[in-house]
Protein backbone atom coordinates (compact mmCIF):
# COMPACT_ATOMS: atom_id res chain seq x y z
CA UNK A 1 0.00 0.00 0.00
CA UNK A 2 1.28 3.38 -0.89
CA UNK A 3 1.86 5.59 1.62
CA UNK A 4 1.88 9.37 0.92
CA UNK A 5 3.86 12.54 3.16
CA UNK A 6 2.27 14.96 4.17
CA UNK A 7 3.74 18.36 3.44
CA UNK A 8 5.05 20.72 6.67
CA UNK A 9 2.74 23.91 6.13
CA UNK A 10 2.33 26.11 8.76
CA UNK A 11 3.92 26.57 12.33
CA UNK A 12 2.65 28.53 15.13
CA UNK A 13 5.23 30.99 16.08
CA UNK A 14 7.39 29.55 19.42
CA UNK A 15 6.61 32.92 20.49
CA UNK A 16 2.96 32.10 21.72
CA UNK A 17 3.74 28.54 22.59
CA UNK A 18 3.49 29.70 26.30
CA UNK A 19 -0.58 30.03 25.42
CA UNK A 20 -3.53 27.01 25.37
CA UNK A 21 -4.46 26.29 21.34
CA UNK A 22 -7.95 26.09 22.39
CA UNK A 23 -8.76 25.71 18.66
CA UNK A 24 -7.03 26.15 14.56
CA UNK A 25 -8.13 26.16 11.15
CA UNK A 26 -6.74 27.09 7.47
CA UNK A 27 -9.05 29.88 6.26
CA UNK A 28 -9.82 29.52 2.05
CA UNK A 29 -6.69 31.85 1.17
CA UNK A 30 -4.29 29.02 2.98
CA UNK A 31 -3.74 31.49 5.81
CA UNK A 32 -3.40 29.49 9.22
CA UNK A 33 -5.05 30.56 12.58
CA UNK A 34 -4.91 29.43 16.02
CA UNK A 35 -6.93 30.52 18.82
CA UNK A 36 -5.21 30.74 22.28
CA UNK A 37 -5.97 31.29 25.78
CA UNK A 38 -4.11 31.95 29.09
CA UNK A 39 -5.19 28.83 29.84
CA UNK A 40 -7.58 25.69 29.02
CA UNK A 41 -11.16 25.16 29.53
CA UNK A 42 -12.25 24.07 32.92
CA UNK A 43 -14.34 21.31 32.87
CA UNK A 44 -18.45 21.83 34.16
CA UNK A 45 -19.60 25.15 35.24
CA UNK A 46 -20.56 28.47 32.95
CA UNK A 47 -17.85 30.16 30.69
CA UNK A 48 -16.94 33.57 31.27
CA UNK A 49 -16.02 35.59 28.94
CA UNK A 50 -12.18 35.56 28.27
CA UNK A 51 -9.82 37.59 26.35
CA UNK A 52 -8.41 35.46 23.30
CA UNK A 53 -5.67 35.71 20.94
CA UNK A 54 -5.69 35.32 17.46
CA UNK A 55 -2.28 34.30 15.34
CA UNK A 56 -1.94 34.17 11.80
CA UNK A 57 0.60 33.00 9.58
CA UNK A 58 -0.18 34.21 5.91
CA UNK A 59 1.11 31.63 3.03
CA UNK A 60 4.53 34.32 2.69
CA UNK A 61 5.36 33.55 6.12
CA UNK A 62 4.05 37.11 7.41
CA UNK A 63 2.49 36.70 11.22
CA UNK A 64 -0.45 39.00 12.31
CA UNK A 65 -1.65 38.82 16.15
CA UNK A 66 -5.75 39.93 16.79
CA UNK A 67 -6.72 40.84 19.92
CA UNK A 68 -10.41 39.36 20.47
CA UNK A 69 -12.40 40.53 23.83
CA UNK A 70 -15.35 38.70 25.85
CA UNK A 71 -14.92 34.89 23.91
CA UNK A 72 -17.44 32.81 25.17
CA UNK A 73 -17.19 30.07 23.69
CA UNK A 74 -15.72 26.74 26.09
CA UNK A 75 -15.51 24.22 22.90
CA UNK A 76 -14.62 26.78 19.85
CA UNK A 77 -14.55 26.56 16.09
CA UNK A 78 -12.95 29.36 14.22
CA UNK A 79 -12.71 30.53 10.85
CA UNK A 80 -11.54 34.23 9.05
CA UNK A 81 -14.32 36.18 6.95
CA UNK A 82 -12.76 38.02 3.74
CA UNK A 83 -12.34 40.97 5.19
CA UNK A 84 -10.21 40.23 8.01
CA UNK A 85 -12.74 39.38 10.83
CA UNK A 86 -13.15 36.56 12.36
CA UNK A 87 -15.93 34.50 13.18
CA UNK A 88 -16.21 32.09 16.78
CA UNK A 89 -18.73 29.39 17.57
CA UNK A 90 -19.45 27.38 20.31
CA UNK A 91 -19.52 23.79 18.97
CA UNK A 92 -22.02 22.85 21.93
CA UNK A 93 -24.79 25.12 22.58
CA UNK A 94 -26.62 24.13 25.85
CA UNK A 95 -30.32 25.75 24.76
CA UNK A 96 -31.00 24.97 20.88
CA UNK A 97 -31.42 29.20 20.82
CA UNK A 98 -28.32 30.29 22.08
CA UNK A 99 -28.13 33.91 20.82
CA UNK A 100 -24.22 34.38 21.65
CA UNK A 101 -23.22 30.80 20.25
CA UNK A 102 -22.00 32.41 17.33
CA UNK A 103 -19.49 35.50 18.08
CA UNK A 104 -18.47 37.59 14.94
CA UNK A 105 -15.49 40.18 15.39
CA UNK A 106 -13.94 42.74 13.02
CA UNK A 107 -10.57 43.11 12.28
CA UNK A 108 -9.95 44.82 15.36
CA UNK A 109 -11.11 42.34 17.31
CA UNK A 110 -14.43 44.17 18.50
CA UNK A 111 -17.67 41.50 18.23
CA UNK A 112 -19.98 42.86 15.57
CA UNK A 113 -22.98 40.54 15.92
CA UNK A 114 -23.69 36.98 17.57
CA UNK A 115 -26.76 34.54 16.41
CA UNK A 116 -27.19 30.73 16.76
CA UNK A 117 -26.65 28.16 14.48
CA UNK A 118 -27.62 24.88 16.54
CA UNK A 119 -25.97 22.44 18.73
CA UNK A 120 -23.11 20.00 18.03
CA UNK A 121 -21.45 21.96 15.24
CA UNK A 122 -18.73 19.23 13.50
CA UNK A 123 -17.32 21.84 10.90
CA UNK A 124 -17.83 25.65 10.28
CA UNK A 125 -16.08 26.78 7.14
CA UNK A 126 -16.70 30.46 5.72
CA UNK A 127 -16.68 30.94 1.60
CA UNK A 128 -15.36 33.95 -0.50
CA UNK A 129 -18.42 35.77 -0.49
CA UNK A 130 -18.41 35.65 3.71
CA UNK A 131 -21.11 32.98 4.16
CA UNK A 132 -20.72 30.78 7.21
CA UNK A 133 -21.26 27.02 6.20
CA UNK A 134 -22.22 24.67 9.12
CA UNK A 135 -22.12 21.25 9.33
CA UNK A 136 -23.42 19.07 12.56
CA UNK A 137 -22.93 15.58 14.09
CA UNK A 138 -25.35 13.25 14.93
CA UNK A 139 -26.66 14.60 17.98
CA UNK A 140 -28.17 17.80 16.29
CA UNK A 141 -29.01 16.06 12.44
CA UNK A 142 -30.30 18.91 11.01
CA UNK A 143 -28.30 18.84 7.87
CA UNK A 144 -26.11 21.41 6.03
CA UNK A 145 -26.62 25.08 6.46
CA UNK A 146 -25.05 28.44 4.86
CA UNK A 147 -25.55 31.38 6.98
CA UNK A 148 -24.65 35.60 6.50
CA UNK A 149 -22.13 36.88 8.93
CA UNK A 150 -25.47 38.65 10.77
CA UNK A 151 -26.86 35.60 11.11
CA UNK A 152 -29.33 35.45 8.59
CA UNK A 153 -29.71 31.82 7.00
CA UNK A 154 -29.35 31.99 3.48
CA UNK A 155 -29.11 28.19 2.76
CA UNK A 156 -30.31 24.59 3.73
CA UNK A 157 -30.08 21.07 2.77
CA UNK A 158 -34.07 20.54 4.06
CA UNK A 159 -35.59 19.09 0.75
CA UNK A 160 -32.38 19.04 -1.18
CA UNK A 161 -32.43 15.18 -1.07
CA UNK A 162 -29.32 14.59 -0.04
CA UNK A 163 -29.11 11.02 1.48
CA UNK A 164 -28.89 10.58 5.41
CA UNK A 165 -27.51 13.74 6.30
CA UNK A 166 -27.74 12.70 10.22
CA UNK A 167 -23.86 13.31 10.61
CA UNK A 168 -21.26 15.45 8.24
CA UNK A 169 -18.49 13.79 8.63
CA UNK A 170 -16.65 15.59 5.62
CA UNK A 171 -16.84 19.29 4.49
CA UNK A 172 -14.86 21.54 2.18
CA UNK A 173 -15.94 24.57 1.19
CA UNK A 174 -14.03 26.44 -1.68
CA UNK A 175 -14.68 29.62 -3.18
CA UNK A 176 -18.79 29.57 -3.33
CA UNK A 177 -19.38 25.96 -3.22
CA UNK A 178 -19.09 23.03 -0.57
CA UNK A 179 -18.69 19.27 -1.06
CA UNK A 180 -19.71 17.18 1.53
CA UNK A 181 -19.59 13.51 2.75
CA UNK A 182 -22.41 12.84 5.17
CA UNK A 183 -23.15 9.24 7.48
CA UNK A 184 -24.68 6.94 6.91
CA UNK A 185 -24.36 6.56 3.26
CA UNK A 186 -21.57 8.90 2.37
CA UNK A 187 -22.49 10.47 -1.25
CA UNK A 188 -20.16 12.75 -2.38
CA UNK A 189 -22.39 16.00 -2.14
CA UNK A 190 -21.73 18.93 -4.28
CA UNK A 191 -23.62 21.68 -3.13
CA UNK A 192 -23.97 25.77 -5.01
CA UNK A 193 -26.59 27.03 -3.75
CA UNK A 194 -25.85 29.95 -6.40
CA UNK A 195 -26.99 27.63 -9.02
CA UNK A 196 -30.36 27.95 -9.05
CA UNK A 197 -31.22 25.32 -11.56
CA UNK A 198 -29.11 22.36 -9.76
CA UNK A 199 -27.72 23.67 -6.47
CA UNK A 200 -26.92 20.11 -5.40
CA UNK A 201 -25.24 17.02 -6.96
CA UNK A 202 -24.96 13.33 -5.26
CA UNK A 203 -22.57 10.82 -6.20
CA UNK A 204 -22.83 7.28 -4.80
CA UNK A 205 -19.85 6.42 -3.14
CA UNK A 206 -18.27 3.84 -1.63
CA UNK A 207 -15.34 4.91 0.98
CA UNK A 208 -17.11 5.04 4.54
CA UNK A 209 -15.99 6.63 7.46
CA UNK A 210 -14.03 10.08 5.47
CA UNK A 211 -13.59 12.71 7.73
CA UNK A 212 -11.90 14.92 4.87
CA UNK A 213 -12.52 14.98 1.15
CA UNK A 214 -10.61 16.86 -1.61
CA UNK A 215 -11.39 17.17 -4.83
CA UNK A 216 -10.05 18.98 -8.42
CA UNK A 217 -11.68 18.69 -11.23
CA UNK A 218 -12.90 14.78 -12.02
CA UNK A 219 -10.68 13.27 -9.29
CA UNK A 220 -11.66 13.00 -5.33
CA UNK A 221 -9.52 11.61 -2.71
CA UNK A 222 -10.99 10.85 0.68
CA UNK A 223 -8.98 10.65 4.06
CA UNK A 224 -9.79 8.97 7.32
CA UNK A 225 -11.72 6.16 8.06
CA UNK A 226 -12.81 3.58 10.91
CA UNK A 227 -10.66 1.83 12.78
CA UNK A 228 -7.19 0.94 11.13
CA UNK A 229 -8.30 2.98 7.85
CA UNK A 230 -8.11 6.04 10.93
CA UNK A 231 -5.23 6.97 7.81
CA UNK A 232 -6.36 5.86 4.99
CA UNK A 233 -6.21 7.96 1.65
CA UNK A 234 -8.53 7.13 -0.82
CA UNK A 235 -8.44 8.15 -4.29
CA UNK A 236 -11.45 7.96 -6.91
CA UNK A 237 -12.83 9.99 -10.08
CA UNK A 238 -16.02 11.15 -10.68
CA UNK A 239 -18.59 9.19 -13.03
CA UNK A 240 -21.96 10.37 -14.20
CA UNK A 241 -23.48 9.42 -11.26
CA UNK A 242 -20.60 7.64 -8.61
CA UNK A 243 -17.24 7.90 -7.46
CA UNK A 244 -14.76 5.07 -9.35
CA UNK A 245 -12.55 3.99 -7.23
CA UNK A 246 -8.91 4.25 -8.33
CA UNK A 247 -6.11 3.50 -5.36
CA UNK A 248 -6.06 3.74 -1.92
CA UNK A 249 -2.82 4.37 0.24
CA UNK A 250 -1.86 5.82 3.62
CA UNK A 251 -1.54 9.33 4.26
CA UNK A 252 1.05 10.72 6.93
CA UNK A 253 2.52 12.98 8.78
CA UNK A 254 5.82 14.00 8.60
CA UNK A 255 6.91 12.31 11.38
CA UNK A 256 4.77 9.41 10.84
CA UNK A 257 1.29 8.08 11.27
CA UNK A 258 -1.46 10.50 13.00
CA UNK A 259 -1.85 8.57 16.05
CA UNK A 260 -3.73 10.99 18.38
CA UNK A 261 -5.90 13.56 18.56
CA UNK A 262 -6.02 15.54 15.48
CA UNK A 263 -8.00 18.44 13.25
CA UNK A 264 -8.26 18.15 9.68
CA UNK A 265 -9.84 21.32 6.97
CA UNK A 266 -10.70 20.78 3.71
CA UNK A 267 -10.76 23.15 1.00
CA UNK A 268 -10.62 22.18 -2.61
CA UNK A 269 -7.88 20.41 -3.56
CA UNK A 270 -6.16 20.56 -0.18
CA UNK A 271 -6.89 18.85 3.19
CA UNK A 272 -4.93 20.29 6.02
CA UNK A 273 -3.98 18.12 8.79
CA UNK A 274 -3.04 19.37 12.26
CA UNK A 275 -2.00 16.66 15.11
CA UNK A 276 -1.61 17.40 18.76
CA UNK A 277 0.02 19.28 20.41
CA UNK A 278 -2.05 21.13 17.25
CA UNK A 279 0.97 23.69 16.75
CA UNK A 280 1.69 22.79 13.26
CA UNK A 281 -0.26 22.60 9.98
CA UNK A 282 1.00 19.99 7.01
CA UNK A 283 -1.20 19.75 4.08
CA UNK A 284 -1.82 17.27 1.15
CA UNK A 285 -2.87 18.91 -1.84
CA UNK A 286 -4.86 16.66 -4.94
CA UNK A 287 -3.80 18.95 -7.85
CA UNK A 288 0.04 18.22 -7.60
Not at 6 to 11: E, I, N, Q, T
Not at 75 to 103: I, K, M, N, T, Y
Not at 174 to 190: I, K, M, Q, R, T
Amino acid sequence: MEKTTLVPYAHLPRAHHDRHVLTSTVDLFGAAHWLLAERAPQPGGDVLPFDAQVVSVHPGGDIEVTELSAVGARWPRLDRLPDGGFVVAASRARRFEDASQVQVFDALGRETSSFSVGDAIEHLLVDDAGHVWVGHFDENPVGIRRWDATGRLAWTSDGARIPGLFDCYALNVSGSAAWACPYPDFPLVEIRPDRPDKPVTVWANRVRGADAVAVHGNQVAFYGGYGKERNRLAHGELTDTGVEPTDVGLLALPDGPASGRRRVVSRGSRIYIQAEPFTAWSVFDLST
